[in-house]
């Protein structure tokens, strides 16, 4: 089997919400995501997406996806998508860094497998731990008040799990912990996620502030050296997100025992195949999880589910329904949230199918 084409579309995906705000007052209306087929000589297509948040979010730019697919899609033509340790070595030496533009093809890739073998991506990802997947929801950064409602609301329809973006003026976060714990449930689980967005003294200050509540705190700060003293100053169970990229630094961190929990996200480590490695590193170690991506559509929500669903269940925390957050579906047999909830998709690979008639021409195709 051979790789003998790669297309490529954009996809704009608006918000349910009509935007959303984190840390720095940063703000997405519209995504700017990136669908690729990879076709081989067999007549099987893999399918995979890649949906940055912003530029100015992670390294990472919607634009760039799809300028480094045009500069690596050559070089994989005549590859068997199929042999995953090969696929990458061949896009690392082309393309060094940029972990994020490889995402979308290692997907594809996974897909095709799965195809040929007849089986899903978790299976082949190590086996199905459970068919359905715990979920949080991410609360856009507003005032105290409205964080709280809109939680609330959330909550009414069957989130358990919740991640309130924070990371601004501290005495107005700590207002937003509180006021959102205040109408959880004791078994409810919070996040409160700074996104990078605090000072070390500003992070200090929130959670000596919060230090009575069940919270947990999510990368407070830039640099994880910051972050680093911000967690042997507190109690609170502490997540790293930004600052673990690959296994050198999840290693670390270990050894440094900086964090309870990581946020695993597809893109930022360059697909299903490094994000597999982290994450069975994380379960050998003994940590929660969240299994997601940067953002994304039907097929990087198919895969956040099958890397989610192969997942041991005591470590996963929960995983994302990126898809349920905006309004443009285009893809048959996505994973559909169902109260707190999403079930693994049916049927082989990531069990997806964009409607192509749909999607129109792609933006460009390397042949």
């Not at 490695?277 to 956040?304: F, H, K, N, Y």
Request: some cysteine; overall charge negative; charged content about 25%.
């Amino acid at each position: 089997m051979k790789i003998n084409a790669v297309h490529v579309w954009q996809v704009s995906l608006p918000l349910n919400e009509g935007s959303y705000r984190w840390a720095g007052g940063k703000s997405v209306d519209v995504f700017d995501s990136t669908l690729l087929a990879i076709d081989t000589d067999e007549g099987i297509t893999g399918w995979g997406e890649v949906c940055p948040l912003g530029p100015v979010y992670l390294p990472a730019y919607a634009e760039g996806v799809r300028g480094g697919i045009q500069k690596l899609g050559p070089h994989l033509l005549g590859l068997d998508p199929r042999e995953h340790a090969v696929l990458w070595q061949v896009m690392d030496d082309q393309l060094k860094g940029h972990p994020f533009v490889k995402s979308g093809l290692d997907m594809a890739a996974w897909d095709i497998l799965g195809k040929v073998t007849g089986l899903p991506v978790a299976t082949l990802l190590g086996g199905i731990t459970s068919r359905e997947i715990p979920l949080y929801r991410a609360i856009s950064q507003r005032p105290a008040e409205e964080m709280a409602a809109n939680l609330r609301s959330y909550r009414d329809d069957g989130y358990r799990r919740f991640q309130l973006k924070v990371g601004g003026d501290p005495d107005e976060d700590i207002r937003r912990i509180r006021a959102c714990r205040a109408i959880l449930e004791p078994s409810d689980k919070l996040v409160a996620d700074a996104n990078t967005g605090w000072l070390p003294a500003d992070a200090m200050r929130v959670v000596n502030a919060v230090r009575d509540l069940d919270v947990f705190i999510e990368q407070p700060c830039l640099s994880y050296d910051e972050c680093l003293s911000i967690r042997a100053r507190t109690t609170l169970p502490f997540v790293l997100d930004e600052n673990i990229d690959g296994l050198e630094p999840l290693l670390r961190a270990a050894h440094d025992r900086a964090m309870d929990m990581v946020n695993i996200k597809l893109s930022k480590l360059g697909g299903l195949t490094q994000a597999r490695l982290v994450r069975d590193l994380c379960a050998r170690l003994g940590m929660l999880m969240i299994v997601e991506d940067s953002w994304g559509g039907d097929v990087a929500t198919a895969a956040i589910a099958h890397a989610a669903a192969s997942t041991p269940v005591r470590n996963l925390f929960a995983a994302t329904d990126f898809n349920g957050y905006v309004t443009h579906s285009f893809a048959d047999g996505a994973p559909r949230r169902m109260g707190g909830t999403m079930c693994l998709p049916d049927g082989p690979g990531l069990g997806v199918t964009p409607r192509r008639d749909e999607l129109g021409p792609p933006a460009f195709t390397i042949a």
